[in-house]
């Protein structure tokens, strides 16, 4: 996990409790920070996201988010609609018996964009294997092999864990 995704943990942890804080409080200015830390943890997502190039997650997200705002919509205009007894500004009303269902639709699309996002961000990743690896131009060396042994026995000589083995020149004839 990259440093966007462990911002991304830090900040969504600040954010649920936040909101905890928030719904003891009731204090507007708790409510303002919790969601501008939940701003910056699903812009920490999204980079996270992006790094790993999981576009589906980013398409799942973005179509969430699309659903979150149109069930906002609606629901904010029959609100106002039931209660001003007025016209739609579309020409066409929407039905108003039960607003609600639009305010569920938006919530349930907005916590659906933030799922994606977290889980998009958190989900660990595939391993690549050393053909894939090659392929890509990255050198691996093979396990147990002089490379790697040696790499191991410098970096125990520094921390002083282990001693190099002392060679002696092999006896003349």
Avoid: H
Avoid at 105 to 117: K, N
Avoid at 128 to 152: K, M
């Amino acid at each position: 996990m990259g440093n966007s995704g462990k911002f991304a943990v830090i900040a969504g942890i600040v954010a649920a409790g936040l909101l905890v804080l928030t719904g003891m409080t009731l204090a507007e200015p708790v409510f303002i920070a919790f969601l501008g830390v939940l701003g910056l943890a699903c812009l920490a997502c999204l980079m996270e996201i992006l790094r790993r190039r999981r576009f589906l997650m980013l398409a799942v997200a973005g179509l969430s988010t699309s659903l979150a705002l149109a069930g906002a919509i609606a629901f904010l205009s029959t609100w106002e609609l039931a209660f001003a007894d007025q016209t739609s500004l579309f020409g066409t009303p929407l039905p108003t018996s039960d607003p609600d269902n639009y305010f569920f639709l938006a919530a349930l699309s907005l916590l659906t964009a933030l799922g994606t996002l977290f889980t998009g961000a958190l989900w660990p990743g595939r391993r690549r294997s050393a053909q894939q690896a090659r392929a890509a131009g990255v050198r691996t060396t093979p396990r147990g092999g002089t490379a790697a042994r040696q790499g191991a026995q410098q970096n125990a000589a520094r921390q002083g864990a282990v001693k190099q083995p002392v060679r002696r020149p092999a006896p003349r004839k």
